[in-house]
């Protein structure tokens, strides 16, 4: 599944061209896709449902039935509709907890992307990214790749303390143990960041299934093969996770957005150029936040 596309998006001083490439896959390991994402402007996000769990797989679907109900596609929205869709979300998904044979049944996703927000009050149009699980946010500015989001995990936790190296987190134990999902909680806590929109910008979000299967370097790598438009990069991400065994849901969405005067013809001619499966399941020592594993 792999829909690329362009848009471009009419600002009160010209535009936004956004274009994108999107893919999600199974893996080589799971059965079932637990992973969603919405990748229509002014709104790009993935949901990883989690695995093996209560539901994931109508969790992920769930946030991005939201998101679409509460975004209006082809315009910027603002930060105040972003955050209402996210607790609207998080709504939905506690709704699909239930009674069951071993006791409650919690539904739980992961969620991270970006939408273009007018912020109000003359400070202009801003990327807006949103966080809440171990799901990424990355920048990439041509040479470098900068993770902007901060994993909500328990090795993050230990990495942040000084206890862990971060090259460790991958094989330690708590690995899979994430402290904030949407579903997890009655309220709903994420990361929220308002970055300017000018000029040239490209974003990476991603599921955990690439991230933790391929390595920064090699992201960043794929990535350079850039040469002015988004499309097909994803789908090459995905493939090189895959390579790198699969063990879990993977997908991905470039975003490249290109701001400047509105002109017909400038946007013409861009158009033209441009082995093992580590289940979710809730921690049960009662920790802060709706602790739970990814």
């Known amino acids: 599944m792999s829909p690329d596309g362009e848009d471009v998006v009419e600002l009160d001083r010209g ?15 799971r059965s079932m896709n ?22 994931g797989d109508v969790a992920s679907r769930t946030v991005v039935e939201t998101f679409r109900r509460h975004l209006v596609p082809g315009g910027p929205s603002s930060p ?46 801003h990327w807006m990214a949103f966080n809440i699980g171990d799901s990424r946010i990355y920048s990439w500015n041509g040479r470098t790749l900068s993770q902007l989001s901060v994993d ?37 806590d994420p990361d929220v960041w308002l970055i ?28 350079v093969g850039d040469t002015g438009h988004a499309a097909g990069l994803a789908g090459e ?4 996770a895959l390579e790198h065994g699969g063990r879990d849901n993977v997908t991905a969405i470039v975003v490249e957005s290109e701001l400047g005067a509105l002109d017909d013809e400038t946007t013409k001619d861009r158009a033209a150029t441009v082995s093992a499966v580590e289940d979710t399941t809730p921690r049960t020592n009662g920790g802060a936040g709706g602790d739970v594993h990814d």
């Open 15 to 29: 535009a936004a061209v956004i274009a994108h490439s999107a893919r999600t896959d199974v893996g080589r390991v």
């Open 34 to 55: 637990e992973d969603a994402f919405l990748a229509e402007a002014p709104v790009f996000l993935v949901a990883d449902g989690m695995g093996g769990h209560a539901r």
């Open 80 to 125: 105040e509709q972003v955050l209402d869709a996210i607790h609207s979300s998080n709504d939905a998904v506690r709704a699909l907890s239930g009674e069951g044979d071993e006791g409650t049944a919690v539904a739980g996703t992961t969620l991270a992307g970006v939408a273009l927000v007018d912020a109000g009050d003359g400070a202009g149009f």
């Open 152 to 188: 909500h995990s328990a090795v993050q936790e230990l990495v942040d303390a000084g206890l862990i190296r971060p090259e460790d987190a991958e094989r330690h134990p708590d690995r899979n143990v994430i402290t904030r999902a949407i579903g997890a909680d009655d309220v709903v």
């Open 196 to 223: 300017p929109a000018s000029g040239r910008q490209v974003f990476l979000i991603c599921s955990d299934g690439l991230s933790k299967e391929v390595d920064d370097e090699s992201i960043a790598h794929v990535l």
């Open 237 to 240: 991400l995905v493939d090189l």
